[in-house]
């Protein structure tokens, strides 16, 4: 044990037990262990991290379920590829862990297993520990929790995880009690328990569902009752009819029960008549069959379409292509109905529905759909919102859905896809016979079955959905399942391919058998294993007992994803979860994955590559998100060169200029969560740009040459937010022709709740003049933007060049729009949690113009800030993580030298000097003597901005020599850091994810 190491867990106490400010190493400090997954804390999180970077653990738990290892089984196989050896020992105890999940963990060859029999120790067994092992350190997790999936990631839980030694008391203690139990006769093997245990919980389990039939539900459990969002959605659309309104709209997210929303919604309204219109003849049944279970026999329920004239009922189930025949929708009156409710509403401007509506006339139009934006219709004015006058009767996302725990919890995998063809040869419409063999062939079939069955399914049998790219490869996997034996069974899969030539009839009986139980089979009807499909089953199909999906196509768009990741997300009896298998190929849409999963439409890449690193532990519910290290690469390689931007923010504007029924400005974009406006800045510069390319003449020329050279320098000055000064001076100018200093200073503190920066506000009045540039080409392009002036008298005069000119409504409006959008990045990004002293908050990532800008440099010093800059008393340290490998034998990449930075642990950093600049150079001594200094660091040169990862100690600098490209040994001088605050382990994991090499190219 290294005095290092002794000296970094004393730190860790430290902040631990005796003073919380104190600065440590996140690796030797214990911690509190809980989950809130608000605050990013989940106790699986912690599990797995731990697990990944151990020599070995040991697991001692009362119950161990599915629901717990199945978010584990990912980093479990890493652990058996890696020969990581685990001792796991659970009990018997109320006979509650399942002999699936430990039949599960005894088949990875690195676990060993045991069960300790508490009725033959006649003694109760509530131990709940892991235990984790790297070199002479021990890490443990004591206190509530179970291998559940409750316990892991929703449930209220205490668990505290101790740092020892190997040496320490407690950590000696507790490994003792760990091989007393261990080696306890009453500690059984896997051979010695399994068949036993198997037989008494599968016994008990019959029991339990005997007398689950045979109980008497009471008459207020039988009677249907509304959920949270339901209650919501009917009060909401009762304050709407009582405005005298009569179109709204519901949204809400696949499987959060829109239908029996409704259904509630007419027994609390007590419509008599209602219409309910579909597109299908199965979602008029399963819509009778849900309403049905609502009313009861109180209303006559029937069926018009698909062969069934039922009209005269009091609820009619119809389909919109029978009943937009005039045979049929001339049998009511156009006043008929008191409601007619329009499922999937996306639909609805097609023309079969629009002469349904132009028909009839009841008090109420409700819609329902969980994919607004979805257009399936070309034409530009007609639009969802538009057609139900803007009324949203309530909204519910998945993430709030998930939140609220209405849906079942998903377990998703992004599993590298062994065949590596891009979406265009995969989509080609004469695909060549390798291409084919490649998506259909035995090896990609057998590593799709291998993956579907180790990461199985929650239920008795998997109950699976396979979404294909093509119509063909969906028909010849099917075939190629079939002639496989599946392991579970014994007997060979029993799958089908649905696709568009599929009748009703044949969609309905394949949707009947996969629902169906094993023993209910009959000779002429088995129950189906999987059905493979390309799109027919995105909507409209409700088989709640689907266990398992699996998504064998490139990622169309994020509505798309949800939609099919939607078929598994209805609750059902006997399903704790669904797991979703994703193979990720080489596809450029791979980034809308984490846009899909994360609901953010912000499109920003760091939020994206934020979610891929952190997203397990900020999902709402029980539900997981885990990634191979492979997709993890192909994802960020995505995320680095996003394609279709422009079509992107296109779509995104098209989406809320529906919703809002006007034009969107920035702020709106900001607002509803869509795509981020710094995004449209850096793809247009100016927002007249962007609504020029989408509105066309409407808005061309309503801005002149100098208002949108305005409009360029503020767009990328200060729509940020890193700071307000610029900001709140603009913002005051919009209305005041004077700024005087007194009182912006006291509005500043009221605002704020800290003093003006004199040195900071001088500066700002500086870049508001225009000289925040790097060339003197850009000053004069901007230097003539004549917006304020300061005087003796210290105050602020608004120049008449944009006085003038903020007479011009529309350049009003669009300043404004800047200033808006840019204060609320500041005060919810940055006014909070600056780190001590600087402008800078800890992680938050700028560019090198920012840091310019927030040094108050007077200029953009961006074309000379790399590798170090001293500004004044601050010396700034810029690291490119990744640097890309040289082509040639060079040791350097256009003329930067492959430096050897890297971080050590979560405190210690390493850094080379510029080759050339040894221990004596001026370059050294401006990094050694300056008061403070800064690290910032990106992972590839793909991203343009940086994290900024906080102020650093030197603890060493010593000379060193390193040959330059031409072979010549020359001068450099070696960094030994440390951080003030350790580093955040996800940003760590990101940084140092995909390392092939012991040394990390930085520069």
């Not at 849900?290 to 609820?315: I, N, T, W």
């Amino acid at each position: 044990m290294t005095k290092e190491k002794l000296a970094e867990i004393r730190n860790g106490f430290e902040t631990a037990y005796v003073d919380g400010t104190f600065s440590s190493n996140l690796a030797y400090k214990p911690q509190f262990v809980s989950n809130n997954h608000k605050e990013g804390k989940k106790v699986l999180s912690t599990i797995e991290n731990e697990l990944l970077t151990c020599d070995q653990f040991q697991i001692s738990v009362a119950f161990i379920t599915m629901g717990g290892i199945t978010p584990l089984l990912q980093t479990l196989k890493e652990l058996e590829k890696k020969n990581i050896p685990g001792e796991i020992l659970t009990t018997n105890y109320l006979n509650f862990s399942e002999p699936k999940a430990l039949k599960k963990l005894h088949k990875l060859k690195n676990i060993t297993l045991k069960m300790f029999d508490v009725e033959a120790a006649d003694k109760g067994f509530h131990t709940k520990g892991y235990i984790f092992k790297k070199e002479e350190i021990y890490r443990i997790i004591i206190g509530s929790s179970n291998i559940t999936s409750a316990a892991l990631t929703i449930n209220r839980e205490w668990n505290t995880k101790v740092i020892s030694t190997e040496q320490g008391e407690m950590a000696q203690e507790i490994i003792g009690e760990f091989y007393e139990l261990w080696d306890s006769r009453y500690s059984l093997k896997f051979d010695e328990f399994y068949e036993n245990y198997e037989e008494r919980y599968n016994s008990i389990k019959r029991q339990r569902k005997i007398a689950k039939q045979d109980e008497i539900p009471s008459i207020e459990k039988y009677r249907l009752q509304p959920n949270n969002m339901q209650v919501g959605f009917i009060t909401n659309l009762r304050k709407i009819l009582d405005t005298g309104k009569e179109r709204a709209l519901l949204i809400s997210a696949t499987g959060t029960g829109k239908t029996y929303a409704s259904a509630f919604a007419m027994r609390e309204l007590a419509f008599k008549r209602v219409l309910f219109l579909v597109h299908r003849g199965q979602l008029a049944r399963q819509s009778r069959k849900s309403y049905q279970k609502v009313f009861s026999k109180s209303v006559s329920m029937g069926l018009v379409g698909a062969g069934y004239h039922e009209y005269d009922c009091d609820f009619v189930f119809a389909t919109v292509q029978t009943l937009n025949k005039d045979e049929h929708l001339f049998k009511y009156n156009y006043d008929e109905f008191d409601c007619i409710i329009l499922d999937e509403a996306h639909h609805i401007s097609a023309d079969t529905y629009q002469k349904v509506m132009n028909y009839f006339k009841p008090r109420l139009w409700l819609g329902m759909t969980a994919t607004p934006d979805t257009r399936n219709d070309k034409v530009a004015e007609k639009n969802i919102y538009e057609i139900f006058n803007y009324q949203i009767a309530y909204e519910i996302r998945l993430q709030q859905a998930m939140e609220e725990n209405m849906l079942c919890p998903f377990h998703y995998f992004g599993i590298s896809d062994i065949s590596m063809m891009d979406e265009k040869k995969i989509k080609a419409k004469n695909i060549t016979e390798r291409d084919f063999n490649q998506l259909t062939g035995a090896e990609r079939v057998r590593h799709i079955i291998e993956q579907a069955n180790y990461y199985g399914y929650s239920g008795d049998r998997v109950k699976g959905l396979i979404f294909c790219s093509r119509i063909d490869e969906s028909e010849k996997l099917s075939t190629e399942f079939n002639q496989i034996i599946n392991p579970s069974t014994g007997k060979s899969y029993r799958t089908i391919a649905l696709n568009g030539n599929s009748s009703e009839e044949e969609r309905q009986e394949a949707f009947e058998r996969l629902a169906m139980d094993e023993d209910d089979n009959f000779e002429n009807r088995q129950p189906l294993d999987y059905i493979f499909s390309v799109e027919i089953l995105n909507e409209g199909v409700d088989i709640i007992e689907v266990n398992q999906v699996i998504m064998l196509r490139p990622t169309q768009s994020p509505i798309v994803f949800i939609q099919q990741l939607g078929r598994g997300l209805r609750k059902a009896e006997g399903k704790e979860y669904v797991v979703i298998l994703d193979f990720i190929g080489n596809y450029n849409n791979n980034f809308m994955i984490p846009v899909a999963l994360s609901g953010d439409r912000s499109y920003n890449p760091d939020t994206i590559r934020k979610y891929i690193i952190s997203g397990n532990s900020t999902i709402p519910g029980a539900s997981t998100i885990h990634f191979d290290e492979i997709a993890k690469e192909k994802i960020f390689s995505s995320i680095d060169k996003i394609k279709g931007m422009k079509s992107i923010i296109r779509e995104s504007y098209i989406s809320l200029k529906n919703r809002l029924g006007r034009i969107p400005y920035l702020l709106d974009f900001y607002e509803n969560g869509e795509t981020d406006p710094l995004v449209i800045i850096r793809e247009y510069k100016t927002y007249q740009s962007f609504i020029v390319s989408v509105e066309k003449e409407l808005y061309m020329e309503k801005i002149t040459e100098q208002e949108m050279i305005t409009l360029e320098y503020l767009s990328k000055t200060i729509l940020s937010g890193t700071r307000p000064y610029e900001l709140e001076i603009l913002k005051r100018f919009l209305n005041r022709e004077v700024i005087y200093l007194n009182q912006i200073k006291q509005e500043f503190q009221h605002t704020y709740g800290y003093e003006l920066d004199l040195t900071s506000f001088n500066n700002a009045i500086e870049v508001l003049q225009g000289k925040f540039v790097s060339k003197e080409e850009e000053y004069k392009k901007y230097c003539h933007i004549d917006i304020v002036k300061y005087d003796e008298m210290r105050t602020l005069q608004r120049l008449k060049g944009f006085t003038d000119r903020l007479h011009h409504t529309e350049f009003y409006k669009q300043v404004n729009d800047i200033i808006e959008v840019g204060l609320k990045r500041y005060k919810e990004r940055y006014l909070i949690n600056q780190e001590n002293g600087t402008p800078f908050v800890l992680y938050e990532k700028y560019s090198r113009r920012d840091v310019s800008l927030l040094m108050n440099c007077g200029k953009d010093l961006s074309s000379i800030m790399y590798g170090m800059k001293r500004i004044d008393e601050d010396v700034f340290i810029f690291v490119t993580y990744h640097k890309e490998e040289s082509s040639d034998d060079k040791n350097y990449v256009d003329g930067k030298p492959d430096y050897a930075d890297a971080f050590e642990d979560n405190m210690i950093f390493r850094w080379d000097s510029q080759i050339g600049r040894g221990i004596n150079s001026s370059y050294v001594g401006d990094v050694m003597t300056a008061q403070r200094k800064h690290l910032l660091v990106k992972k590839s040169d793909a991203e343009t901005d940086f994290y900024y990862v906080g102020q650093f100690e030197i603890l060493e600098a010593k000379p060193a020599r390193k040959k330059d490209n031409y072979g010549k040994e020359r001068d450099i001088a070696k960094f030994q850091m440390k951080m003030h605050h350790a580093v955040r382990e996800d940003l760590l994991r990101y940084l140092q994810s995909n390392i092939k090499k012991e040394e990390v190219k930085a520069g």
